[in-house]
């Protein structure tokens, strides 16, 4: 995928001949991580700001480290973006917090509404860019799939009894219209192209997901 020089063996051989001479197999792991974790930072947070194709000078210009540490220890480009859909699947689990299905339908609507809003607002820059990437990378878009999937199971825990009444045919198309509005496509779509602010695109939500599920 990149054809920067600094990737051929020789060179990633002769920096980590290098990196055997600093210190004990144990502080070359940790630092080894330290570097990972850096250039991804690096890359999260240049996009995070608005720069959805981050190049690899800029990569490491923000982590503060050479071009070539970057291809020692991550195999190209796509490796590097793929680490960092992982890290920022983390980042969207520490923020997520479960809906208790047992509460009275618009609690709980409400409650899932507002916690997809904090979430998307957040997940936006990240998941363009990742879109960007989707074609040109398998390992991109399975991740992106297993966040749909991972969507839509969440969705069929909370409204269990909503779907529960709806008939057979319907149940599916519901949960693949709600994963979908409640998707990385739909909200910005709502909050820039529409020019809504959050609490209103919450409020197209929680109208939408009333109508999909038959709610009063």
């Not at 690096?42 to 959805?52: K, S």
């Not at 809003?117 to 363009?128: I, S």
């Not at 909050?191 to 038959?214: F, H, K, N, P, Y």
Request: hydrophobic share 45%; net charge neutral; with cysteine.
């Amino acid at each position: 995928m990149c054809t920067d020089p600094y990737r051929s063996g020789r060179v990633a051989a002769a920096v980590q001949d290098d990196e055997q001479h600093e210190g004990s197999t144990d502080g070359r792991s940790a630092r080894s991580l330290r570097t990972r974790a850096a250039v991804v930072a690096a890359l999260l947070d240049l996009i995070r700001e608005g720069m959805l194709r981050p190049t690899a000078r800029a990569i490491t210009d923000r982590a503060g480290i050479s071009l070539r540490s970057v291809y020692v220890h991550f195999d190209d480009l796509e490796d590097l973006f793929v680490a960092a859909a992982r890290e920022h699947h983390k980042a969207i689990l520490e923020r997520w917090r479960p809906v208790d299905p047992a509460l009275p339908y618009p609690e709980r609507r409400d409650r899932y509404v507002a916690q997809r809003g904090d979430l998307l607002e957040f997940m936006t820059p990240v998941a363009r860019a990742a879109a960007l990437h989707e074609n040109e990378s398998p390992a991109i878009a399975r991740v992106l799939q297993k966040g749909a999937g991972q969507t839509a199971a969440e969705i069929r825990t909370v409204f269990a009894s909503e779907l529960a009444v709806l008939a057979p045919d319907r149940r599916d198309p519901a949960i693949d219209a709600i994963t979908t509005l409640i998707g990385a496509e739909s909200w910005p779509a709502l909050r820039a192209r529409r020019g809504l602010d959050i609490t209103e695109a919450a409020a197209v939500v929680r109208t939408s997901i009333d109508a999909l599920l038959g709610a009063p």
